[in-house]
Antibody, heavy 118, light 110 residues
Framework: EVQLVESGGGLVQPGGSLRLSCVTSGFTFTSSEMNWVRQAQGKGLEWVSY????????YYADSVKGRFTISRDNAKDSLYLQMNSLRAEDSAVYYC???????????WGQGALVTVSS | QSVLTQPPSASGTPGQRIAISCSGSHSNIGSNYVYWFQQLPGTAPKLLIYKSDQRPSGVPDRFSGSKSGTSASLAINGLRSEDEAEYYCAVWDDSLSGRLFGGGTKLTVL
């Protein structure tokens, strides 16, 4: 069974930092590009970041560029998102999503809630 | 306002056929595959269509995707009450060097 489990969400003050983790199982992580996608309450989906299988190719949405860092540990089948200089508008449910050889966004986690508020 | 334009809402009656559009440009839909997702309230998105017109195993053949030029469409035949959900399109954009989602379409089954 494919599983992606996010953790690390929570309440943080504006300007603070959080690190999200996504532990995966049930598929070949090393063959999968990975993404973070977020969804603010009552809003649509927003792609945040992408990382290639090796980690050498990375892309970010303009809204998070320079503040967020995506990384992966293929030995641990895990994906990470380091979020710095957080703003209220970063408040959202953050999903990790796996690309497979047949499709982008083939598998999704259940999401981790990040709330940025004083 | 999203670079990919979807109608905010759509509706239909059980058994009806509906189509949801996703409009973009040459740098995204015009040049790349389109993906479609269904999101039920309180749940993670689920892949419905990949590579513009392919259906993953387990997705009913009532769902189909198509692409023409800079627009794509998701069609649902034989509408059912359980199809009531939010639907999103997604694509890579060559100009932005990034991925995009449409704004989403809330489907109501009357």
């Amino acid at each position: 069974e494919v599983q992606l489990v996010e953790s690390g969400g929570g309440l943080v003050q504006p300007g603070g930092s959080l690190r999200l983790s996504c532990v995966t199982s049930g598929f070949t992580f090393t063959s999968s590009e990975m993404n973070w996608v977020r969804q603010a309450q009552g809003k649509g989906l927003e792609w945040v970041s992408y990382i290639s299988r090796s980690g050498r190719t990375i892309y970010y949405a303009d809204s998070v560029k320079g503040r967020f860092t995506i990384s992966r540990d293929n030995a641990k089948d895990s994906l990470y998102l380091q979020m710095n200089s957080l703003r209220a508008e970063d408040s959202a449910v953050y999903y990790c999503a796996a690309d497979t050889p047949f499709s982008n966004y083939a598998y999704w986690g259940q999401g981790a809630l990040v709330t940025v508020s004083s | 306002q999203s670079v990919l334009t979807q109608p905010p809402s759509a509706s239909g009656t059980p058994g009806q056929r509906i189509a949801i559009s996703c409009s973009g440009s040459h740098s995204n839909i015009g040049s790349n595959y389109v993906y479609w997702f269904q999101q039920l309230p309180g749940t993670a998105p689920k892949l419905l269509i990949y590579k513009s017109d392919q259906r993953p195993s387990g997705v009913p053949d009532r769902f189909s995707g198509s692409k023409s030029g800079t627009s794509a469409s998701l069609a649902i035949n034989g509408l059912r009450s359980e199809d009531e959900a939010e639907y999103y399109c997604a694509v890579w954009d060559d100009s932005l060097s990034g991925r995009l989602f449409g704004g989403g379409t809330k489907l109501t089954v009357l």
